[in-house]
C-alpha cells in the first residue's frame, strides 16, 4: 500500500510528524506539505506564481504554496506512481461543520479524491497537540482496518474525521456523523500598524449553532472519533425545480430548463 501524507499546518507540525510515525510501519509512505502553515486555505491552488519542492533533513519534502498544489503537484508528477491512498493532518483544532469549507486540511484531501484516489482528513478537535500519540494510535486502527476490509485502492472516497484530545482508551468508537453548523464568525479584529494603517485579522470562529445528536460536534463531545463522508457537487438538488420556474420566468419561457433540471 502507498500513502501520500499532506496537511496545512506545515511540513514540520506535530500532527504530521505524528501521522507519518503512525503509517510508516503499515505502509509506503510519502510527505509532500506546505512549507508554513496554510491554514483556511480550503483548495486554493497556485497559478500566478512558480512552486519549488524541497526536501528536509528527515526526507519529507516541502512546497511553497498550498496543501492543495502539495497534493496536485504529487499526484501529477512529483511522485511518479498513484498512491492507493492521500491522508492530510493531524490537524491543529477542529475541522467540524462549516469550517470543513475553509480546512486546508480538507483541501488537501479533497484534491486527491478529485484525483480519483481514496483520501481522509484527520483533525483533533481542540489546539495544542495533547494526546497528539493517541490520535496517531487511530488513524494507524483505522487505516489498517480500511485496508483489511479492501476499501483502499478502489473506488475514490473522502472522509473527515476529527479526534478528541483524549487518552487512547478514553476515545469511543468511530461515529459515522453529519456535519453540524455554526454561528456566523466573530466580529473582525482591528488594529493599527506602525505606520498608521489599519489592519484588520479575521474574527475567530463562531459557536456551534447545530450541534444536535448526529453531527460531528455532538459525537466529538461525548468522547467520540467523529467521521463524515464528505461530497464535492455543490449543487442544491432540492432547490433545482424552484430555481427552473425562477429562470423560466425570467427569460420568459413556459420550459427554460424545466425538463433537465426537474430530474434532480
Not at 486555505?41 to 524541497?54: C, D, E, G, M, R
Not at 528527515?58 to 501529477?76: E, L, Q, S, W
Not at 492521500?86 to 480546512?103: K, L, Q, R
Amino acid at each position: 500500500m502507498k500513502i501520500l501524507i499532506s496537511n496545512d499546518d506545515g511540513f514540520q507540525a506535530p500532527g504530521i510528524l505524528a501521522l507519518y510515525e503512525a503509517l510508516k510501519d503499515v505502509a509506503e509512505v510519502e510527505v509532500v506539505a506546505p512549507e508554513h502553515n496554510n491554514s483556511a486555505k480550503s483548495n486554493a491552488l497556485t497559478l500566478a506564481q512558480p512552486l519549488y519542492v524541497h526536501e528536509a533533513a528527515n526526507g519529507f519534502r516541502y512546497v511553497n504554496g498550498t496543501p492543495a498544489d502539495c497534493v496536485h503537484i504529487a499526484m501529477t508528477g512529483l511522485l511518479g506512481y498513484r498512491p492507493d491512498l492521500v491522508v492530510s493532518g493531524i490537524n491543529n483544532g477542529a475541522n467540524m461543520g462549516d469550517d470543513t469549507i475553509y480546512s486546508g486540511t480538507v483541501g488537501a484531501a479533497m484534491e486527491g479524491y478529485l484525483f480519483g484516489v481514496p483520501a481522509i482528513a484527520f483533525s483533533q478537535t481542540e489546539k495544542g497537540w495533547r494526546h497528539i500519540d493517541a490520535a496517531g494510535r487511530v488513524v494507524r486502527d483505522m487505516v489498517q482496518r480500511m485496508a483489511q476490509q479492501r476499501l483502499i485502492g478502489e473506488k475514490p472516497w473522502l472522509l473527515n474525521v476529527n479526534i478528541p484530545n483524549l487518552p487512547y482508551e478514553e476515545l469511543k468508537p468511530v461515529q459515522v456523523c453529519r456535519l453540524g453548523r455554526r454561528h456566523a464568525a466573530e466580529k473582525v479584529i482591528t488594529m493599527t500598524s506602525p505606520r498608521g494603517e489599519t489592519m484588520y485579522w479575521i474574527g475567530d470562529a463562531g459557536a456551534a449553532m447545530d450541534d444536535s445528536e448526529g453531527t460531528d460536534f455532538h459525537a466529538t463531545r461525548l468522547g467520540h472519533v467523529a467521521m463524515t463522508p464528505l461530497k464535492v457537487d455543490l449543487t442544491d438538488r432540492d432547490g433545482l425545480r424552484h430555481w427552473a420556474q425562477v429562470a423560466s420566468k425570467l427569460a420568459g419561457t413556459a420550459d427554460a430548463v424545466g425538463g433537465q433540471a426537474g430530474q434532480g
